[in-house]
């Protein structure tokens, strides 16, 4: 290949990156944004009011059983969200009914309360796909079928993970880089920013990648487990192998008996759990056949009791009130345990604030290490070429525009995702599916526009538009809804606030980077208008 | 870089693309079954231990291919554990001794 082992790693690691790094931009941001999918949920669902106060948990429960227990007497499952933690917000119920000709599975339907009086509020109006389908989207990408964009991730994350392998390789001076930045001296200080954001957040880098294969598999070598195993008592190979790996539930669960028997109350069970688990530990209750003689009552701990995914539950008699099993949840050996806690280190579900606000951070500079490594692939040749005076040809300026579409056009495609939230007509039939279109139709647009613009001008442009989409987002928010930072402030609502204020704060650093590339791009022009003078003119002037 | 831009290199690194892809892939196929196979470890214990570590073994494949100085070299390499392993799954896999 190349003389020597490192030249030849560097060269990998260039191609590698090439390759994949605009697909692993998206993959990276719409990853990290994912760790803040509930409190973009929060800020996307606006119709859904907000409870300054609530009851205690155990009250909380109490609501949700009468409420319950007058909506749905007869449904086969009932289940409670009680408000704690990051994910809930709000005190939810949901039943799902039994199982019918038109309906296999039984209808599922969900209310949410106000946790002082347990009176339901309607906010199903808005449909939006909020958070859950940003972050779903840096797996399952949009418009494809999923086992393609699936198996599209898949191949770039192996690239992903061969691509930092060797790009640590080419570091000699792993140490030396974390303490080596020169700014404002061009390609040196783009190829320093680079290394700083890889090396600084590296062991979240390998972990997050190494993580997001290990979800991958099963789909990644599909023939060996289909020779090892074949389909037999109506189970798929597929799942003989996650039962095999993840265990089969341990707690058996009665089904209705038929016999009709009244439902004990809830709330003295959780003072139960309270001494197994500690105190305020309860995410979710799962009643199943609630009203029946076998009525069984299940307690679901928060996912930020453990880093693997908390698979314990404790499981009551619904009649007489009493214990039946203290669930530890099934067996998983050390293997399937790891992969389960790398999982969860990936997810992050477990992490509190600080820690999020950490995944937060190490998910941008990871973006940023992409971005930066793609603009120093189409930098590096153009110089190149600079010194021999030759025009870049037609792959840098692919390259270059692909770029840019990527990296400020993602963020502001984003940034549309949000507006369209609030734009579009709220009984609007098919309104979650527009405010992906409009995500989608605002990317395309970032890919076109450099066609027809100078480059330098359209990334000045699109970085002043990106600051603009994010920073007048909190207007947005307060001519269209209640909810504005006025209100949040004073109420304490600090989602909605912290959102707003998150989104202000996006669009002041793009008016920022907007202000610098503006700069320099001046400073550029009269060096170069200077250096085609003829010395003569040079000599009059 | 432009003085090696010659049919030849480009030939190379073709050839060296399809190792990494297509070959290191089926070589990856084969040390999994074997993982399988003869690791200690019950079979779901085993499998999973294998595909966990299979992406590991997979970069280092790719690493391998593009550090040689010859695609030849590459191809050969990989050949040269392939070949064990194909053996040892066929081995158990005509035996009807896959469990």
Known sequence: MKEGFRQSMSWLHTWLGLIVGWLLFYVYLTGTVGYLDKEIDYWMTPDKPFFASSATTREQLALAQTQLATVAPDAAVWNIQLIGGREAPWLEIAWTQKPDANNKRGLTVHETLNPVTGVPVDSSARATGGGQLLYKMHYNMAYLPLTWANIIIMICSVIMFAGMITGIIVHKNIFKDFFTFRPGKGQRSWLDGHNLLSVGSLPFHLIVTYSGLLFFVYQFTPAVPHLLYSASAGKSVGLQVYQGTYGVPGATIAGAAGVAAPLASLAPMLDKVDTLWGKDKVTTVEVRNPGDANARVVFKPLPSETIAFPDYSAIFDGVSGKLVENDPGPYIYPSGYADQTLKGLHKGLFAGPFLRFLYLFMGVAGTAMIGTGLLLWSNTRKQKLLKTNKDPHFGIMLVDKLNLGTIVGLPIAIAAYFWANRLLPVAMETRADWEVHAMYLTLAASFLYPIWRQLEKAWVELLWLAAAAYALLPLLNALTTERHLGVSLLQGDWIMAGFDLTMLATGLVFAVFAIRLQKRRSIKLTTITESRRTPGELATS | ?99
């Open chain 2, 1 to 99: 870089m432009s003085a090696a831009l010659t049919t030849a290199y480009r030939l190379s690194i073709f050839s060296r693309v399809l190792a990494a892809s297509v070959g290191a892939y089926v070589l990856i196929n084969l040390a999994n079954l074997a993982l399988s196979i003869l690791l200690p470890f019950e079979q779901y214990k085993a499998l999973l231990f294998a595909m966990q570590t299979s992406f590991i073994y997979y970069t280092l494949a790719i690493i391998w291919v593009f550090s040689v100085r010859t695609a030849t070299k590459a191809w050969l390499g990989l050949i040269a554990v392939a070949v064990p392993l194909a053996l040892v799954d066929a081995y158990y896999y005509f035996q009807g001794a896959l469990p």
